[in-house]
């Protein structure tokens, strides 16, 4: 499936490819490489964090992207996973599934930042970023998680309790000048989300929940075309 924002050129010579959670849904993710026609070395090819976890092959998937050196900002399914590896992996019985990754495989998520800058005004995103806050200025911790933020456009701690009043998904209030796209939050199984918050910035949630049985996004740049294929089955069951 795809479809393409009205009023961009679709041909272009070289593009940006920025890929949805693929949680470790590895033929998934090949499928909608071809189905883009990515041009290995001459294509950019970007994710927006959380390759691992969920899914059946978080290592293939991680090992593809570094096979294909892409790039990708970091997730926090990745953060966590570096924090275990770090402190020492929890029991056995509840080993991560990312638990195989190799030294080599650990130290390239390591390495991964929280945002990166693409050309043509865009920026990439795990979770989000505060609205009270530049892109420059904005918080590690927060940007892997973001999703609400209150009516001064600071971060909402995520909680089951009900968000308070005023709060709102950070796209609604970002006013740029970066558009972005962002993972983390899954708002449909079938279509990624787009707000347009400010006249020329665009935000677009590529999360649709792939691991859970719905879909796996990417947006093409500069043409603005998403494309998405179909998960094969559910691999984890969604909460919430």
Request: charged share 25%; aromatic share 6%.
């Amino acid at each position: 499936m795809s479809r393409r924002f009205p009023g961009y050129a679709s041909a272009v010579s070289v593009r940006t490819i920025v890929v949805g959670d693929v949680h470790g849904c590895l033929a998934e993710l090949d499928e909608l490489l071809r189905l883009v026609e990515l041009r290995p070395g001459f294509d950019r090819l970007v994710f927006v964090g959380d390759l691992i976890d969920r899914g059946p092959d978080s290592v293939g998937v991680v090992r593809r992207a570094r096979e294909l050196r892409a790039r990708s900002v970091a997730g926090n399914h990745e953060e966590k996973h570096l924090r275990w590896a770090r402190t020492g992996a929890p029991s056995q019985a509840r080993r991560p599934p990312g638990a195989r990754l190799s030294p080599a495989d650990l130290a390239w998520l390591g390495s991964l930042p929280p945002w990166l800058r693409l050309d043509g005004g865009w920026a990439v995103v795990h979770g989000g970023l505060a609205p009270a806050r530049t892109l420059a200025a904005q918080r590690k911790d927060e940007v892997l998680r973001l999703r609400l933020v209150d009516d001064r456009g600071d971060m909402v701690v995520a909680t089951r309790a009900p968000p308070p009043p005023g709060a709102a998904p950070w796209a609604t209030r970002w006013r740029g000048p970066e558009s972005v796209v962002y993972g983390h939050h899954v708002h449909d199984l079938d279509t990624p989300r787009v707000d347009e918050p400010a006249a020329g910035v665009r935000c677009v949630g590529l999360d649709t929940g792939c691991c859970y049985g719905g879909r796996l996004s990417a947006l093409v740049l500069p043409a603005e075309e998403i494309v998405s294929v179909a998960a094969r089955e559910p691999y984890a069951t969604r909460r919430g």
